[in-house]
């Protein structure tokens, strides 16, 4: 008698173990970019694409762009839309930060102002869209916002690898945005590991 309950406890553990992770479990959809025309596969935003009557609450963590030696760091940064993005400034001039327009609209358009090395300036990002952010004491200075609909997004390394995390099981449209090439999209199937994608940017 006694074994038989040690093992059912046993049993009871052992579906305790399968089930409890599997319920935290998501998997992921990571892979590699490659480029034909374009100089680097660095720096090209992956992301899931809107999902159907899914709407994700910003986060409330600030997401930080620091102006330092003269450039945006980072070169692009991707949100989910309605995050609230920091500029601030690490350098000992000062710098502007706008942008001429969301996605190539005008009156979205946001231009924060001049200041110093300390100060910082907060713009929540509500729509989805790609901004080019400039400074307007420094021409040479550029870098860029890409506002998505979910938190699921990455941005390339250096050799165009990326790695979305935290995606629960189902099939989405992938999709690309680069400062040079065209827009790819990809329809993914996440099971409860990781999806291996390959994709190609072209210019
Ligand atoms: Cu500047």
């Known amino acids: 008698m006694k074994r038989v309950m040690q093992g059912a406890i046993l049993a009871v553990s052992l579906v305790v173990a399968l089930l409890v992770p599997a319920r935290s479990w998501a998997g992921g959809?990571?892979?590699?970019?490659?480029?034909?025309g374009?100089?680097?596969?660095?720096?090209?935003?992956?992301y899931v694409d809107a999902i159907a009557g899914k709407k994700f609450d910003p986060p409330a963590e600030h997401v930080v762009i620091d102006q330092r030696r003269m450039a945006f760091v980072p070169h692009v940064t991707v949100v989910l839309r309605g995050a609230t993005i920091d500029f601030v400034n690490s350098d000992s001039v000062g710098h502007n930060v706008y942008w001429p327009s969301i996605s190539g609209n005008k009156k979205l358009g946001h231009n924060l102002g001049t200041w110093p090395k300390g100060e910082k300036k907060s713009f929540q990002f509500d729509v989805p869209g790609f901004a080019s952010i400039l400074c307007n004491v420094?021409?040479?200075?550029?870098?860029?916002?890409?506002?998505?609909?979910?938190p699921y997004f990455a941005v390339t390394d250096m050799d165009g690898s990326f790695e979305i995390k935290g995606v629960p099981p189902g099939t989405y449209t992938?999709?690309?945005?680069?400062?040079?090439?065209?827009?790819?999209?990809?329809?993914?199937?996440?099971a409860s590991s990781t999806a291996n994608v390959e994709l190609t940017v072209k210019k």
Do not use: R
């Open 138 to 150: 420094h021409p040479e200075m550029s870098g860029y916002i890409v506002i998505v609909s979910t």
């Open 174 to 190: 992938l999709k690309t945005w680069s400062e040079d090439g065209k827009v790819v999209t990809q329809p993914v199937t996440v």
């Open 29 to 36: 959809i990571k892979g590699k970019v490659s480029v034909q």
């Open 38 to 46: 374009i100089k680097s596969a660095e720096n090209i935003v992956v």
